[in-house]
């Protein structure tokens, strides 16, 4: 897979591929889960899209991915303009005109750091491809919780079917990259120390950078800490996606027999 792009074409997808592709001139992506048979599961706010931020950022979302002219609809998914949460759909209704990109995982730190654009890869590693099918399939009848650009998106319940890693501090952003290369921006560039590094705009320029790179791989799902393989069993029957902790801490239902018979 080349550094710069992970295009792929449709013949080389495999079930349990993580995919995405971009929205709006590449400000975002949607991903999903390729499940076979040209059908794509993901995570939504409604009409495939993801809305409902309570931002600014809405009125761009909603214009990124148009809708079908009124009156007609996809001959395969039928109408999924009124559906939202955890949703099945063909591959063309899932790229709404994009192109077809494959995220990567278990990269390297080097090559990580050469996609500069978060959302694209991860140095976690991904479970097999049953395991990866199973949960998608079990959320898509289950559900995922509420949507949340930071903390719950699409890219968040990929990332969670390919590794089953459940990010288990509230108060840190979750498990998209997307959403860590944005916060990593945003404090390279508004961090005050940034003025008392260098004079010039170039070392201004490197410095920012440097951080904004750090702030990407701490980020990331396979280096952090907050993070602990939870089934996805155990994640939809006992606990909301919003208090992780809770659900982490919890004994399983093995450990509350076993108690109950001492």
């Known amino acids: 897979m080349a550094v710069l792009s992970n295009r792929i074409e449709r013949d080389q997808l495999k079930p349990g591929d993580h995919i995405y592709s971009w929205r709006f001139c590449y400000l975002y992506a949607h991903h999903g889960i390729y499940i076979g048979e040209g059908k794509v599961i993901h995570f939504t706010r409604g009409a495939g899209r993801e809305i409902g931020t309570g931002t600014v950022l809405d009125r761009i979302i909603f214009s990124s991915s148009p809708s079908p002219p009124v ?22 209704c899932f790229l709404s005109g994009g192109d077809l990109y494959l995220f990567e995982y278990g990269v390297s730190p080097a090559f990580y750091l ?22 998608a399939s079990f959320l898509l009848q289950n559900g995922f919780g509420g949507y949340n650009l930071f903390k719950n998106n699409c890219e968040d319940f990929a990332v969670y079917c390919k590794t089953g890693l459940l990010v288990v501090t509230a108060i840190s952003v979750g498990r998209s990259g997307q959403a860590a290369a944005f916060l990593a921006a945003t404090n390279a560039v508004m961090s005050s120390p940034l003025r008392f590094l260098t ?11 440097s951080m904004y790179c750090v702030g990407r791989l701490v980020s990331d799902i396979g280096v952090r800490r907050d993070v602990a393989k939870l089934p996805v069993e155990r994640l939809v029957d006992q606990y909301d996606l919003h208090d992780p902790q809770a659900a982490v801490d919890s004994p399983t239902p093995s450990c509350i027999a076993a108690a109950k018979n001492d």
């Open 114 to 135: 050469a996609k500069a654009r978060g959302g694209t890869c991860t140095l976690a590693t991904s479970d097999p491809p049953e395991d990866v099918l199973h949960r």
């Open 199 to 209: 004079t010039s705009f170039s070392g201004l320029a490197a410095v920012s950078y």
């Open 71 to 92: 009156g007609t609809q996809c001959q395969i998914c039928g109408d999924q303009s009124r559906l939202d949460g955890v949703i099945c759909s063909c591959i063309d």
